[in-house]
């Protein structure tokens, strides 16, 4: 067999998520580990965020209704038109955002996959891919299936929340970067980008002519601070495509339909990628989204929804306090972050591992969304991430469980 002096672009892709062992094996993902260590432990798993009660169940019932009449084959390929339609109406109505629903919305397999179609579609070897750190896991994969470099700049935890260091942001743009992929509200920190740093993340786009992609699937679930999407800032419409997605707006996170707005030239390419991906996805699920944006009671549903995560947002943080956690406040997103060095952990990987023995709860290590020895990995290190996304009976015995931690160590 002969060799290539370029590691296959598996290897690239698990080597750029921390998966590649020095022998050239591949592990399992720390959310993996993590899961699995709940599952043998029986602790309770506050580590992967998914919600553990269902959406709005009318918009079950019309994705259920759509089966039995008959939407089970290949449904267009830029999406259904009522759900193309519907994204746009309800960003026109949200955000005073006109879109094109036949030239300016694409329905992809989740935001994931928007994500992934973008990134393959508009960068490859020799350019570099601007976002925050940390990151959502996905990105430094799709960054390195698209054979570019992945390049960060750290949101830096204050008292009030986890903010933008814009002269950082700015220091990383070299003439390499192609692309800024934003996320706004956050995973993981919680952080939702204020108004003045999205301006500074806009002046800089325009000044270096960065295209930019937004990761915006928790538009949504923000607790009393406004989601401000990029493109509606001066400069960005014509450069910015934004993603989002139904998973975490309406608690059907296992659907996958998500979608992609911006100008014509960059949704073709999106879309030029994105066929040869999946194709098309979620036949049923369509016009069950579709409703669900446009209904007035599936919308007063989210609020509910973002009412009651607030207060258990408020819950959790409280009790990893009382703990003895420092605890930076989540403005939005189903996560809060909590650094465990005052509890003795310097690293937040042991600390999780340790966990479900000392207390019966399991998080994640922030360190899964770092590159190791970034200023973000070394700020970062002792954090971890829990989600309140659970009923509030389970985030209760979680603040028990925790409040043994006083005394364990
Ligand atoms: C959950 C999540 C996604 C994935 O969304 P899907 O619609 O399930 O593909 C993307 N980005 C962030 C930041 C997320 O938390």
């Given amino acids: 067999m002969t060799t290539s002096p370029v590691p296959p672009r598996w290897q690239q892709v698990a080597a750029a998520a921390g998966l590649l062992d020095a022998d050239g094996g591949v592990r399992a993902t720390v959310f993996a580990e993590m899961s699995a260590l709940a599952a043998r432990t029986g602790a309770l798993n506050l580590g992967q965020g998914f919600p553990d009660v269902d ?23 830029p999406g259904i038109p009522a759900l193309r339609q519907a994204v746009a109406a309800h960003r026109a109505a949200r955000y005073g955002t006109t879109l094109d629903p036949d030239r300016e919305v694409l329905v992809t397999t989740g935001a994931t996959e928007a994500l992934a179609a973008a990134v393959l579609a508009l960068t490859g070897p ?12 996905s990105y430094a994969a799709v960054v390195a299936m698209a054979g ?27 003439p ?18 204020r108004r003045d740093e999205l301006e500074a993340v806009a002046r800089l786009a325009v000044a270096h002519d960065l295209l930019v992609v937004t990761d915006e699937v928790y ?77 007035p009671a599936a919308l007063a549903w989210v609020d509910d929804l973002v009412a009651s995560l607030a207060g ?13 956690f420092d605890v930076v406040r989540p403005d939005g997103t189903y996560f809060v972050l909590a650094d465990a060095a005052p509890l003795g952990y310097a690293d937040g990987v042991a600390l999780c591992r340790d966990l479900p023995a000392l207390a019966g709860v399991v998080g994640v290590p922030v360190r899964a969304f770092t590159q190791p020895g970034s200023a973000a990995d070394r700020a970062l290190g002792s954090w971890v991430r829990f989600t309140f996304v659970k009923r509030r009976e389970v985030l209760e015995e979680a603040v028990a469980r925790l409040a043994r931690l006083r005394t364990a160590v």
Avoid: C
Avoid at 55 to 72: E, F, K
Avoid at 237 to 261: E, P
């Fill in 126 to 137: 020799g350019d570099e891919v601007l976002t925050l750190e940390p990151f959502y896991d």
């Fill in 312 to 324: 258990r947002r408020d819950l959790l943080a409280a009790g990893l306090r009382e703990a003895g």
């Fill in 148 to 174: 570019a470099r992945h390049t960060t700049a750290p949101l830096v935890a204050t008292p009030d929340g986890f903010r933008l260091d814009a002269d950082a942001l700015a220091a990383a743009v070299t």
């Fill in 176 to 193: 390499r970067t192609r692309l800024l992929l934003l996320n706004s509200p956050h995973n993981p920190t919680g952080a939702v980008l």
């Fill in 55 to 77: 959406g709005p169940a009318p918009v079950a019932r019309a994705a259920a209704d759509a089966v039995l009449a008959g939407h089970n084959q290949y449904p267009p390929g």
């Fill in 219 to 295: 538009e949504h679930l923000t607790f009393g601070v406004p989601h401000v999407p990029l493109a509606t800032l001066p400069g960005m419409a014509g450069r910015t495509l934004t993603v989002s997605s139904s998973g975490k707006t309406f608690s059907f996170t296992g659907w996958k339909i998500g979608w992609v707005t911006g100008p014509e030239e960059l949704v073709t390419a999106v879309r030029t990628v994105k066929q040869f991906l999946t194709y098309v996805s979620g036949a049923p699920f369509q016009p069950a989204v579709a409703a669900a944006l446009t209904d």
